[in-house]
T-cell receptor, first 114, second 113 residues
């Protein structure tokens, strides 16, 4: 089954404790992306990747890192989480990131930083 | 960068009525405009999209219109049903200037039976 998976689905952590949210897709997609969703602000793009070893900043990259060492995986790293990073995070992928392509979203990761 | 504004933030309609959600964008070079539906607790899903060389696109009960001059686009849902209740997001993308997708703030649509 074609899908985007994220882990963990829920995470409670404390300020400053490094964490990684994994994202994996099995559709051989070149384009992958991370968003955060906050009430009233919609989805805001954090980082995106056009292909392996190619990443670029989105709207709100501060406090986040990403890597794209393999085509299928695009982990999101919070080196020193802060409470303002409490949010719902979505990973997404599409074939090449071109107009008209369906962007597939993962199930979401709800993060609480205390 | 691009800025997308979406209105209204909440919309309540009676089953069978039409619903219209409007978005404006700031970057005249944006050339792709998708709409996503997000049901409670679920992930966003693409429902319809339009490119800048097209003025209108329709898919059964949903349609999207684009006015490039005024830099706004709208989602139209006709004959609404309770299962249309969800949060709807518009977005804009400029493929000629990076590949970032900018979303509007969302509209919570409630369809009353």
């Amino acid at each position: 089954e074609a899908q985007v998976t994220q882990n963990p689905r829920y995470l409670i952590t404390v300020t400053g404790k490094k964490l990684t949210v994994t994202c994996s897709q099995n559709m051989n997609h070149e384009y992958m992306s991370w968003y955060r969703q906050d009430p009233g602000l919609g989805l805001r793009q954090i980082y995106y990747s056009m292909n392996v070893e190619v990443t670029d900043k989105g709207d709100v990259p501060e406090g986040y890192k990403v890597s794209r060492k393999e085509k299928r995986n695009f982990p999101l790293i919070l080196e020193s989480p802060s409470p303002n990073q409490t949010s719902l995070y979505f990973c997404a992928s599409s074939l090449k990131g071109l107009a008209g392509e369906t962007q597939y979203f993962g199930p979401g990761t709800r993060l609480l930083v205390l | 960068g691009e800025n997308v504004e979406q209105h209204p933030s909440t919309l309540s309609v009676q089953e069978g009525d039409s619903a219209v959600i409007k978005c404006t964008y700031s970057d005249s070079a944006s050339n792709y405009f998708p709409w996503y539906k997000q049901e409670l607790g679920k992930r966003p899903q693409l429902i319809i999209d339009i490119r800048s060389n097209v003025g209108e696109k329709k898919d059964q009960r949903i349609a999207v219109t684009l006015n490039k001059t005024a830099k706004h686009f709208s989602l139209h849902i006709t004959e609404t049903q309770p299962e249309d209740s969800a949060v709807y997001f518009c977005a804009a993308r400029n493929y000629n200037a990076g590949n970032m997708l900018t979303f509007g703030g969302g509209t919570r649509l409630m369809v009353k039976p």
